[in-house]
């Protein structure tokens, strides 16, 4: 039997997180889905008071965030002992190559070019899901 997972979305624009969840809902993948609709509502999910006993599975960031870029995010989730090794994948609609290299630059694990198509955009969820929820090998996060 699967574990539940938890995956953190951070994105602004409310269609692109609708897709999102149907996507990953028809995935079957157990999960818990938190959402932060900008860059402080990330960094205060993760951060504030470390009140979170258990870190998410996996991070969605868009880069396009208000009030703090998602590269700012990947920067200090990056810089934080207990979160730096969170498999987070930056999902955007940049096609700036410096966006790309600054996110691998600062650690992302994966760089996705969001789809305009919304059948290639619930397909590219589910591939992600799949492969980050139930393939992929994680190290392992200590408290």
Do not use: H
């Amino acid at each position: 039997m699967l574990q539940k997972s938890t995956l953190l979305i951070v994105e602004d624009n409310p269609d692109d997180v609708e897709l999102t969840l149907l996507a990953f809902e028809q995935t079957g993948l157990k999960k818990n889905v938190v959402i932060a609709r900008d860059g402080v509502e990330a960094i205060n999910y993760l951060f504030a008071d470390n009140r979170l006993e258990t870190l998410p599975d996996l991070i969605l960031l868009d880069l396009q965030l208000p009030r703090i870029s998602g590269l700012e995010v990947l920067r200090q989730i990056r810089a934080n002992d207990r979160t730096k090794l969170l498999p987070i994948v930056i999902l955007t609609t940049s096609l700036e190559e410096s966006d790309r290299l600054q996110g691998y630059g600062l650690g992302c694990n994966s760089y996705i070019r969001k789809p305009v198509d919304y059948d290639q955009f619930v397909n590219a969820m589910k591939q992600i899901g799949r492969y980050w929820l139930v393939l992929n090998n994680p190290p392992p996060i200590t408290p």
